[in-house]
């Protein structure tokens, strides 16, 4: 069964400030670790990682893995208001196609930034 | 942009009745998902449904619950005789043969009495 870690539990930040959310797994069978953002309701997906040490980046967010570690960090910087939600991640499938796996989320980091 | 769709947005049922929870996939997915949220804590997997067929349960996922795919849209699932501690927000998803991510519905609220 796999294992997901998230830290801090929750953080409270003001507008602008860099915030860093840690995401430690044990997986029996690494293929991927995926990270997604829970505003009010349904999880979004925001990153699919499956190589150590590359960056993913979408404008302020970006995300690094460390495979060795069992270790992946998401970097949001400049925060906003909008940015006010909770983070899950989960490992997920193999990269190649798709697949019928099951999410198994951490109890994910809930952002607070403040105006 | 195709979403994922769930009827209702909220539900409220006296103990030991039975339930149905509705979702509108995505509609090219073949993969088929519902997960649950309990206020306060963490989305749990409940079940997963490809061709026709249940894929891999939780041990959440007793015999008290069922899904089924209807006809070719719909996605359901079925909680025979409900618990107080089935109330959660429960959500459907849905992901397609060459894509890893899964979509969510905006999920239904069940509120047992």
């Known amino acids: 069964e796999d294992k997901v870690v998230q830290s801090p539990l929750s953080l409270v930040v003001h507008e602008g400030d860099t915030v860093t959310l840690n995401c430690s797994y044990e997986v029996t069978n690494f293929r991927s670790l995926l990270w997604y953002k829970q505003e009010k309701k349904a999880p979004t997906f925001l990153f699919m990682l499956?190589?150590?040490?590359i960056e993913k980046k979408s404008g302020r967010l970006s995300s690094i893995l460390d495979k060795k570690e069992l270790f992946s960090i998401l970097n949001i910087t400049a925060t906003q208001t909008g940015d006010s939600a909770i983070y899950l991640c989960a490992p997920g499938p193999e990269n190649s196609g798709g697949s019928n796996y099951k999410l198994t989320f951490g109890k994910g980091t809930l952002l607070t930034v403040n105006p | 942009e195709p979403e994922v769709t769930q009827t209702p947005s909220h539900q409220v049922t006296q103990m030991g009745q039975e339930v149905i929870l509705r979702c509108v996939p995505i509609s090219n997915h073949l993969y088929f998902y519902w997960y649950r949220q309990i206020l306060g804590q963490k989305v749990e997997f409940l079940v997963s449904f490809y061709n026709n067929e249940i894929s891999e349960k939780s041990e959440i996922f007793d015999d008290q619950f069922s899904v089924e795919r209807p006809d070719g849209s719909n996605f359901t699932l079925k909680i025979r005789s409900t618990k107080l501690e089935d109330s959660a927000m429960y959500f459907c998803?849905?992901?397609?043969?060459?894509?890893?991510?899964?979509?969510f519905g905006p999920g239904t609220r069940l509120t047992v009495t």
């Open positions: 499956t190589s150590s040490g």
């Open positions: 998803a849905s992901s397609d043969l060459r894509d890893y991510e899964q979509y």
